[in-house]
């Protein structure tokens, strides 16, 4: 794990989300869990190693989050909509996707249960661990239940994925209004260093080409729309964008995957389908 501060740890090249550790005078806190059980059981080892974990926050509900809450016996911390999500997951139909990440996984998956959210808020939470506070705020934007946590005594935020830094960004159910305004408030936090959801460590220098990045997607799908192309066009031919960044560690080959994901969401929030109906 890269060290941050005196008390914040990160890992930012494992297949999945990042992650990180913060060490408080209480015992550690956990900010995210690998997507490998077998990277979640070698990071349980060194949290043992370095003292009582006491708590963990998941910052999002998609399952490259969450997947290793299994294999820590403490109580997670979320937004509501991300244990409502836990909740709804097609456990076979994950377990069965989790396991094609190699051939240890299948028998660390056996019996599985995820560790959801047992301690949930709406807008703003502040959990108090020792000599350190983690104000938790709801920011959606990727999904509708991003939070960023901010450890507020070492200038760290971990935004989740309302910020993808020099990786491809996934908008599969994004409502890029909410995002921006998530972006601005990142801009606005005290905190100067940022753990974005993947690519590496940055800062809020980063947030603006982020901010740029969206908007540059939503532009791309409402030209589509405008030169006369319905959704499976759009879906089929708006490709452009998939060079502009690589995709994170282990999502080679994802992007054509992706950008048809991102084309979709797009198209419905432009034209106020799906997800996205209105009323």
Request: charged letters at 20%; a negative charge.
């Given at each position: 794990?890269?060290?941050?501060?005196?008390?914040?740890?990160v890992?930012?090249?494992?297949?999945g989300?990042?992650?990180?550790?913060?060490?408080?005078?209480?015992?550690?806190?956990l900010?995210?869990?690998p997507?490998?059980?077998?990277d979640?059981?070698?990071l349980?080892?060194?949290?043992?190693?370095?003292?009582?974990?006491?708590?963990?926050?998941?910052?999002?509900?998609?399952g490259?989050h969450?997947?290793?809450?299994?294999?820590?016996?403490?109580?997670v911390?979320?937004?509501?909509?991300?244990r409502s999500?836990?909740?709804?997951?097609?456990?076979?139909?994950?377990v069965a996707?989790?396991?094609s990440f190699?051939?240890?996984?299948?028998k660390?998956l056996?019996?599985?249960?995820?560790n959801?959210?047992?301690?949930?808020?709406?807008?703003?939470?502040?959990?108090?661990?020792?000599?350190?506070?983690?104000?938790?705020?709801?920011?959606?934007?990727?999904?509708?239940?991003?939070?960023?946590?901010?450890v507020?005594?070492?200038?760290?935020?971990?935004?989740?994925?309302?910020?993808?830094?020099?990786v491809?960004?996934?908008l599969?159910?994004?409502?890029?209004?909410?995002?921006l305004?998530a972006?601005?408030?990142?801009r606005?936090?005290?905190a100067?260093?940022?753990?974005?959801?993947?690519?590496?460590?940055?800062d809020?220098?980063?947030l603006?080409?982020q901010?740029?990045?969206?908007?540059?997607?939503?532009?791309?799908?409402?030209?589509?729309?405008?030169r006369?192309?319905?959704?499976?066009?759009?879906?089929?031919?708006?490709?452009?964008l998939a060079?502009r960044?690589?995709?994170d560690?282990?999502?080679?080959?994802?992007?054509p995957?992706?950008?048809?994901?991102?084309?979709?969401?797009?198209?419905?929030?432009?034209?106020?389908?799906?997800?996205?109906?209105?009323?």
């Open positions: 794990m890269k060290q941050l501060t005196a008390n914040v740890f890992e930012t090249g494992l297949k989300a990042n992650h990180g550790i913060v060490t408080t005078s209480d015992g550690i806190v900010i995210d869990t997507h490998r059980p077998s979640a059981l070698r349980k080892g060194e949290i043992d190693r370095r003292g009582r974990l006491r708590y963990l926050i998941n910052t999002e509900p998609h490259d969450w997947t290793g809450n299994a294999y820590f016996e403490v109580p911390v979320a937004q509501q909509g991300v999500r836990i909740l709804g997951t097609d456990l076979a139909a994950h996707r989790v396991a190699g051939p240890e996984v299948p660390l056996e019996n599985y249960r995820p959801a959210p047992v301690i949930t808020f709406q807008s703003e939470m502040s959990l108090h661990v020792g000599n350190h506070t983690f104000c938790m705020i709801h920011m959606p934007g990727h999904t509708p239940y991003q939070a960023a946590v901010i507020e005594e070492e200038g760290v935020v971990f935004t989740s994925d309302n910020v993808f830094c020099k491809q960004t996934w599969q159910e994004a409502d890029p209004d909410h995002w305004r972006l601005e408030s990142l606005g936090l005290a100067e260093t940022l753990v974005p959801g993947h690519g590496p460590v940055c809020k220098r980063y603006e080409e901010r740029s990045f969206i908007q540059e997607w939503v532009d791309y799908v409402r030209g589509g729309i405008r006369g192309m319905n959704k499976a066009d759009c879906v089929a031919n708006l490709t452009a060079e960044y690589p995709m560690v282990g999502q080679d080959g994802m992007a995957h992706v950008m048809r994901l991102n084309v979709g969401n797009l198209y419905d929030y432009l034209t106020g389908a799906g997800i996205h109906a209105r009323g």
